[in-house]
């Protein structure tokens, strides 16, 4: 029913874009004359997400404008995430546009941002003006283009989303950066999509390169498949007199000449952006470290810019001719064509049990793959005992690197054991059911997983220990956060008072820290989180001073920076930061002249605090 609802509101908002005439919009780089040129676009694959706007490359300080009028709805300084953010609400559009990584703002935007700083005595703020506050005109200066926050460089990020918060490609509204060039395909990939399926004789994604042709590309020779398959591509779009790459934004699947499947990368909504790992085939880029995109549908999107499901039924005895067109947003495309031979596999000989051979599993969604060593010419069988306490027998699906594959469809029933002769692998795992909310707990921790948070059903496995605890080992994606509740009432080994969770990934801090539980939430699995504490301060050295400006580096290598507060004889005095080069400096704006007594104190993420004093 939710997914439902989510398909109606997407089907409304995209009937309401396509009836609306598009607004005269002026670009905000250089709206009267001049080459833009583009390192970024809607629908790149980031890490974790999708890129939401177009990223546009200007030298440092070139003076951004509004594309419309309306009024500023939202502002933010920062150095992590968009940096200088303004966001300006155009009423007579529905529309916001979003102007990210600001050098500065204009001086009306400065004057307003300024004194909620000394209000609020912080550099970083974010504020959310009415409508009269500070209204805007088309073609008014909002600011100077930059590389505060996340940002590798000089460039304006640029988002326009409908009101409701759906990301809208600018590209669908401004002639921008010829482009005759069309996407580049490297690699491909047939996926087993059952227990049933197989991909040149085996359950794996069949990786082939490819090979240029006048239409575009094709695979040197056909693939034996059966069952249930699905295709998937290494693709990027590239554009004239840029070394950037963008996003193919257009596919199309057809098989014998028949439309399957096709996606359209031009409006989702903001909160669905961590739907790219249902997008991209996620085992495989944790395997490989490549984006292999998806050319079918998956449980749990709910980015709707998909038609049809784009799964491929494979006979034995058949023979399927295959085309997809990749396609860029200026119309540029190429067709990739290959060939799948329909091939059955052979079946089990025997119905003997494996009597020796190391056991192990592995799980991709909901097949389970058990591997055991192989003895010819003995094939066999292994036996699997459900939570029932049924028994059922699994044959041997195929031999690879001297060990006996064995496939089994988790939605017959979970596992208790799996079991050979004479050994038993217990099946420890827990299920996760999709499609509502589900609450693991021991006697440590709890972990919540709210409908909607995991695509389809997952097996995963939880530990927990006073010091840290696990949670995965299956490469499972996240759509929403899952929140972990911890019991530390038992835990006399650390104060938490001063602790921080630490995966691989990053940091986790507590949400909610009481005398016997804290929680965080995470959008990373698997995770081995451990409890990490922190009761060293940052540092703090001078690096220049004069009489005008003071500039000081700080950092911290635990918890990390939280915020910082200078005073000039006991008032406030603002002061800018880059983390990206962990330098501090005093407002260059100030008028009051740097002499007295200064204090600077810089906070990490625990609480620790490094203070500097200093007569000028």
Not at 105 to 132: C, G, H, M, N, W
Not at 516 to 535: C, H, M, N, Q, W
Request: proline share 5%.
């Amino acid at each position: 029913m939710q997914n439902f609802l989510y398909l109606l509101i997407f089907v409304i908002f995209s009937f309401s874009l396509q009836a609306q005439e598009k607004p005269r919009y002026i670009f905000p780089v250089k709206p009267d004359s001049g080459k833009i040129v583009l390192s970024g676009n809607l629908g790149e694959i980031r890490p974790n997400h999708f890129h939401c706007g177009l990223d546009i490359v200007e030298k440092e300080g070139e003076p951004i404008f509004a594309i419309y009028k309306g009024f500023v709805s939202r502002i933010k300084v920062s150095s992590y995430g968009y940096g200088n953010v303004v966001y300006i609400t155009h009423p007579e559009t529905d529309h916001v546009s979003v102007y990210a990584h600001l050098s500065d703002f204009s001086p009306k935007l400065r004057r307003y941002i300024t004194a909620k700083q000394y209000e609020q005595e912080s550099f970083e703020v974010e504020i959310f003006p009415s409508p009269d506050e500070l209204p805007i005109e088309t073609k008014e200066l909002i600011g100077f283009m930059g590389n505060t926050g996340n940002s590798f460089g000089s460039h304006l990020h640029f988002e326009i989303r409908t009101i409701a918060d759906f990301v809208l490609n600018p590209q669908d509204f401004f002639k921008i950066q010829t482009d005759n060039l069309p996407p580049k395909l490297f690699q491909v990939a047939v996926t087993p999509l059952s227990p049933e399926s197989r991909v040149e004789g085996k359950y794996q994604s069949f990786r082939s390169n490819v090979f240029g042709t006048p239409k575009g590309w094709r695979v040197a020779k056909p693939i034996s498949a059966y069952g249930l398959v699905g295709l998937e591509g290494i693709t990027w779009d590239v554009a004239e007199g840029t070394r950037s790459s963008f996003a193919t934004s257009k596919a199309r699947l057809r098989v014998d000449g028949k439309e399957i499947f096709s996606f359209h990368i031009t409006n989702f909504p903001i909160y669905e952006v961590y739907a790219l790992n249902l997008h991209i085939n996620y085992k495989l880029s944790r395997q490989t470290g490549s984006n292999f995109q998806r050319f079918y549908q998956t449980e749990g999107n709910r980015l709707g810019i998909y038609k049809g499901n784009g799964k491929i039924m494979v006979e034995d005895g058949k023979e399927y001719q295959i085309e997809l067109d990749l396609e860029d947003t200026h119309g540029n495309f190429r067709t990739l064509e290959l060939t799948l031979q329909g091939k059955k596999p052979k079946e089990t000989q025997t119905n003997d049990l494996i009597s020796s051979g190391i056991l192990s599993y592995d799980i991709d969604e909901n097949t389970l793959i058990i591997k055991a060593r192989y003895i010819p010419p003995k094939t066999g069988n292994i036996e699997i005992v459900l939570e029932n306490n049924q028994s059922l027998t699994v044959p041997m699906a195929y031999t690879e690197k001297q060990q006996a594959v064995f496939l089994y469809d988790l939605r017959k029933g979970k596992p208790k054991i799996i079991r050979t002769k004479n050994i038993e692998l217990p099946f420890r795992k827990k299920m996760i059911p999709s499609g509502r909310n589900f609450l693991y707990e021991d006697y440590f921790m709890k972990v919540f997983f709210q409908n909607g948070a995991l695509a389809d059903t997952a097996y995963l496995d939880f530990s927990s220990k006073t010091t840290h605890f696990t949670i995965g080992k299956i490469a499972e994606p996240l759509v929403w956060d899952a929140e972990i509740t911890y019991n530390h009432k038992a835990n006399t080994i650390l104060d938490l008072k001063k602790a921080f969770l630490r995966h691989e990934r990053g940091k986790e801090f507590f949400k909610e820290l009481n005398d016997s539980t804290f929680s965080v939430k995470t959008a990373y699995l698997p995770g081995d989180f451990r409890i990490t504490r922190d009761e060293i301060p940052p540092f703090v050295r001078l690096v220049r001073k004069t009489p005008e400006k003071l500039v000081f580096q700080i950092g911290d290598d635990n918890s990390g920076i939280s915020h910082f507060k200078a005073y000039l004889n006991g008032k406030f005095l603002l002061m800018e930061y880059e983390h990206k080069n962990a330098l501090l400096w005093t407002d260059p704006r100030t008028t009051e002249p740097l002499t007295g007594d200064f204090e600077l104190q810089v906070f990490d993420k625990m609480g620790n605090m490094q203070v500097y004093k200093t007569i000028l």
